[in-house]
Structure formats: C-alpha cells, structure tokens
T-cell receptor, first 111, second 113 residues
Framework: NAGVTQTPKFQVLKTGQSMTLQCAQD?????MYWYRQDPGMGLRLIYY???????DKGEVPNGYNVSRLNKREFSLRLESAAPSQTSVYFC??????????FGQGTRLTVV | QKEVEQDPGPLSVPEGAIVSLNCTYS??????FMWYRQYSRKGPELLMY????GNKEDGRFTAQVDKSSKYISLFIRDSQPSDSATYLC?????????????FGKGTLLTVNP
C-alpha cells in the first residue's frame, strides 16, 4: 500500500504558467482534500471532494481548479500561476469516522 | 475570531520535560478532535484521535477534550528529541458526508538533548 501519493514532489514555475498537481490514494477513501501550508498560516483547505463526482470550494479556492477523476485520483490545477501561490501543497484522503491521511507534499515555487 | 486558535510557539524544552500543547475553538458543533505531528518536510501524521469530551492516553501521549470550555490539550510525558516536530490540532463536526477538518496553525516543538 502506497497510501496517498503526490506528484511531483518539487516544482518551479514562472508567473503565468499552468500546471496540475496529481494525487492518488489506494486506501479506498471516499473524501479527498487539497490543502496549502504557508508559514504562520497553518493548513488551509483549497478544495475538497466529499465523494466521487462532487467537488466543493474550501477556504482559499481562488486561482485553483480541481478534478475528481475517479475514486482514487484528485488533481489540483493552477491555470495561471502567481507568486502568491508559492506554498507546500498537501493532498489528503479520509472516510467517515477515520482520520485524514496525508501525502508527502508538493513544494511549489512561482517566480 | 478564527474557528481554531493554537499558540504557534516555538516551544523549546529539555529532554524529559512534560510538554503541554493547547487549542481553543469557537464552533460548538465540533465533535471529533485530533492531534497531528508533522516532521520537517513531511506530511502530517495522526497522533491522537478523540471523540467528544474526555481523556485518551497512548504511551507518553495524553489527549484531553473539554467541550464545555471549548479547549483541547495534548500532553507529552518524558519528552524525547524525536518528539521535535510541529503539532497541529484538528477538529470536525459529525454531520452529513462532509468530514473536512479545521486545523490550528500548529506549534513548533523542539526537545533539546
């Protein structure tokens, strides 16, 4: 079992470029989440998918889009990257009455 | 007022000390309370998981929830250098199909040998 796998682990983008962060889980989670973590700000929810086929905005959705491709995969897309999106991004999966399991993170720098 | 408040520290203690980490919250609908540990450059990992009020003990770690005061705590006994990490409190309601967690900002703990 790999758990929750994020790719890539590191990425540098130029302002205005686009990219997709990938997340896959093999834990049969119904719900999946994308967070960003910034110094002094903690973990902030960007988007989540309560179940396959549904997505909803979290606390900081502006500048992002998501796709729940199937039960295993939940991707996060930056259409036009901005320096304010420099952050560490975490994907997580969860079922009812269980904890959230996190991936190892993607470190994104936008220059 | 943020839904969950956590003192960011940093907190520095000598090896063997008792550590107390705390969070307060404002949403009385929160029913599930968690503590995550995050080592540098890693993803958060669950340390303790508690439903409603009460205490839960696991080895050197004790989690306490006081719903009447909207206050949760994590105690670490006989702290070790390997406990050095950021500790994040998290909580959620019990309703519907939405299990999303609300996190505190995290407390950076350093245990000095």
């Amino acid at each position: 079992n790999a758990g929750v796998t994020q790719t890539p682990k590191f990425q540098v983008l130029k302002t205005g470029q686009s990219m997709t962060l990938q997340c896959a889980q093999d834990m049969n989670h119904n719900s999946m989440y994308w967070y960003r973590q910034d110094p002094g700000m903690g973990l902030r929810l960007i988007y989540y998918s309560a179940s396959e086929g549904t997505t909803d905005k979290g606390e900081v959705p502006n500048g992002y889009n998501v796709s729940r491709l199937n039960k295993r995969e939940f991707s996060l897309r930056l259409e036009s990257a901005a320096p304010s999106q420099t952050s560490v991004y975490f994907c997580a999966g969860q079922n009812m009455n269980t904890e959230a399991f996190f991936g190892q993170g993607t470190r994104l720098t936008v220059v | 007022q943020k839904e969950v408040e956590q003192d960011p520290g940093p907190l520095s203690v000598p090896e063997g000390a008792i550590v107390s980490l705390n969070c307060t919250y404002s949403n009385s609908a929160f029913q599930y309370f968690m503590w995550y540990r995050q080592y540098s450059r890693k993803g958060p990992e669950l340390l303790m998981y508690t439903y409603s009020s009460g205490n839960k003990e696991d080895g050197r770690f004790t989690a306490q929830v006081d719903k009447s005061s909207k206050y949760i705590s994590l105690f670490i006994r006989d702290s070790q250098p390997s406990d050095s990490a950021t500790y994040l409190c998290a909580m959620r309601t019990s309703g519907g199909s939405n299990y999303k967690l609300t996190f505190g900002k995290g407390t950076l703990l350093t245990v000095n040998p």
